[in-house]
C-alpha cells in the first residue's frame, strides 16, 4: 500500500508548500473517494428527468462507486452517456440490476410493478428498492411484496421536484436540492432499509418528509394533482382551436405562468391521475364547490365576499412563499 501511495504522489506535478503536497497525498488514495460512498452501485430504472437527474447528482456527490440506467430504447443509451447521468447505460434490464445495492424505480407508474417484477430474478438479496412514483395507493404494497421474493427491501418515495420537460436531455444535477422528498415507509418496512432510502436523498440535498401512503395520497392530490388537471383544462378551455385567433394573442405573463405545468408528460399525467383517482376526485369536486360560490358571488355583485376572496388567496400565499424562502 506505502508503495503504491508513492508511486501516485511521485507522478504528480511539483507542488510548493506542506498544505498543497498534503492534498496531492489525498487525491492519490484511493480510499479517499471510497470513504464517501453511499454504495458501490446504484441503478436507475428508467433514466428521464428525475432519473437523468438523479444519475448527475449522485454522480456530482460521489455517492456511488458506479451508476447504471436501463432504459428501453437503444438509441437512449448514448444519450444518457453524454449527458453524463450515468456511467453505464443498457436496454438489458437484468444487467442493469445485478449487483446493484441500491435500485431508484424511475419510469412512468403503470410500468413500475412490470419492470421490477421483470428483474426480480436478477435482484441480488439485501438489495434496497425506491421509487419517485407520484401515488402511493396500492404500489407501497406491489413493490414491497415484489422485492420480498427477492430477498430486497422496498421503500416508497416521492421526490416533490420535477419540471414541464421531460427527457434526459433537460435533467439538473441541482434538481433535489432544498426539495421535499416524500418517503412513505409502512410497518412491514425494514427499518435499515428506510434509513438508507433517508440518506439517499439527503444525499442528494433533498430534505426528507415521512408520510403513511394514505396520507401522501391525499395532500398530493390537492398540492400537485390538481393544480395539473386545472391548468390544462384552462388550456383546453382557452386555447382549443375554434378560438378567435386573438385569443391566444391576449394570454401574457399570467397565463403563462398559472399553465406551464401543463407541458407536462401527458403519459406520465394519465398514469398519475388515474392511480389518485379516489383521491383527485375528492378533491377536485371540493375545487368545484369553492369555485361555484365565487361564481355564484360574482353574480349577486357581492363585493365583500369577492374581495376576500382575493384578499385571503393572496396573505395565505403569500405566508407560504414567506415561509419557503425562509427554510431556503
Known sequence: MEQSVQVQVLSCPPLVGAVQRFRALRLACPWRRMRAVFC??????G???LGGSLGLAV???????????YVRRTASVAECERAGAV??????????????????????LAQMRELVGRALPAIKRGAVLTDVGSVKHGLVEDLARLAKRAGAHYV???PMAGAEKSGV????ADLFTDAVCVITPTRTSSPLAVGRVRRFWRGVGGRVVELAPSQHDRLVSRSSHMPHVVAVTLVNQVLRPGRAEAEGALCANGFRDSTRIASGSPEMWRDIVLANRVQLSRSLREFMTELGAFVAAIRAQD???VSGYFERAKAWRDAWVGGTEARE
Open 169 to 172: 436531455a433537460h435533467a439538473r
Open 87 to 108: 456511467d453505464r447505460a443498457t436496454t438489458d434490464l437484468a444487467e442493469a440490476v445485478r449487483d446493484a445495492d441500491f435500485i431508484v424505480v424511475c419510469t412512468p
Open 40 to 45: 458501490e452501485k446504484l441503478t436507475l430504472v
Open 59 to 69: 454522480r456530482r456527490q460521489g455517492l456511488a462507486g458506479r451508476v447504471e440506467g
Open 47 to 49: 433514466v428521464g428527468l
Open 156 to 158: 416508497g418515495s416521492n
Open 303 to 305: 363585493a365583500d365576499k
